[in-house]
């Protein structure tokens, strides 16, 4: 049996992995953007606070997913 870790990405994180700033990240995550991107993964609460200000962070296996799907597009584009 194997064992799996999930590590978790903060924005930093974030930012080298996808190569995008963090006001272009915030962007894919919101839907009145014109920029948004459903199938960008969603945010991890990490804070117990009820407060809409609180510490988040992402999947590193999500988030690699993502970014190969957009690899992988940009390949197949006949631009």
């Known amino acids: 049996m194997s064992v799996s870790t999930k590590r978790l990405l903060r924005l ?10 963090a ?13 948004y991107d459903p199938s960008f993964p969603k945010r991890v609460r990490l804070s117990f606070s009820s407060s809409v200000r609180g510490a988040v962070a992402w999947e590193s296996d999500e988030v ?3 970014v190969k799907m957009r690899r992988d597009a940009e390949e197949g584009c006949s631009c």
């Open 64 to 66: 690699e997913a993502w």
């Open 12 to 21: 930093t994180d974030l930012v080298v992995r996808t190569g995008l700033s």
């Open 23 to 35: 006001s272009s990240l915030y962007n894919r995550m919101n839907p009145r953007s014109k920029y």
